[in-house]
């Protein structure tokens, strides 16, 4: 079936840092890739998505390119926050009829940043 | 614009109660999907469902787990005869009707239930 692997965690970096989250996937069909990212006691938010091959999403800094030789999506901030310090989420979806875009998810990263 | 509510944030029951979990989607969305995160895992899909309609249940137990979203209030997750294993954090996101393209998800903070 279709999954999502991702690095474990925790992670713990220096601010401005460079950061890398490793995701690859694997899917039947060609899926739709995407991050979320978990603040403390806050849902899931959408933090960018990249529907087709070399798509590259981007937002807030991070980057995470579609690529389907290596079946990856990693993540990449190349200089953290404080505030970057959350759980992140590797995620795809392969849509279907009748509007049906349910996710996969991989088991999330811990981010921590220290000042 | 209020974003996605859940209620209970913690709900507590003991071996053998029913646990009632709601979902208010966002204003002006008609699509609901519930996804259960066990400890130590990633969130898992349950059930996609549209107003009055399951869409896809594929992920649900099949025993003791159902779900609806009528056409009035919000959708309901509901959990007969709960065991420890059901202890875990469920996850209702909304999304709008498809139009064209991807249709994000909006996600609720979450109703973390514990099973005594």
């Known amino acids: 079936g279709d999954s999502v692997t991702q690095m474990e965690g925790p992670v713990t970096l220096s601010e401005e840092a460079f950061l890398t989250i490793n995701c690859t996937y694997t899917?039947?069909?060609?899926?739709?890739l995407f991050w979320y990212v978990q603040y403390p006691g806050e849902g899931l938010q959408l933090l960018l998505k990249a529907t087709k091959a070399d798509d590259k999403g981007s937002n807030k800094g991070f980057e995470a390119t579609y690529r389907k030789e290596t079946t990856s999506f990693h993540l990449e901030k190349g200089s953290v926050q404080v505030s970057d310090s959350a759980v992140y989420f590797c995620?795809?979806?392969?849509?279907?009829?009748?509007?049906?875009?349910?996710?996969?998810f991989g088991t999330g990263t811990r981010l921590t940043i220290i000042p | 614009n209020a974003g996605v509510m859940q209620n209970p944030r913690h709900l507590v029951r003991r071996r053998g109660q029913e646990a009632r979990l709601r979902c208010s989607p966002m204003?002006?969305?008609?699509?609901v999907y519930w996804y259960r995160q066990l400890p130590e895992e990633g969130l898992k899909f349950m059930v996609y469902l549209q107003k009055e309609n399951i869409i896809d249940e594929s992920g649900m137990p099949k025993e003791r787990f159902s779900a609806e979203f009528p056409k009035e209030g919000p959708s309901i997750l509901r959990i007969q005869q709960v065991v420890r294993g059901d202890s875990a954090a469920y996850f209702c996101?909304?999304?709008?009707?498809?139009?064209?393209?991807?249709?994000?998800?909006?996600f609720g903070p979450g109703t973390r239930l514990t099973v005594l």
């Open positions: 204003k002006g969305h008609s699509h």
């Open positions: 995620a795809l979806s392969l849509g279907s009829n009748f509007g049906n875009e349910k996710l996969t």
């Open positions: 899917a039947t069909g060609y899926p739709s």
């Open positions: 996101a909304s999304s709008p009707l498809k139009t064209s393209g991807y249709n994000e998800q909006f």
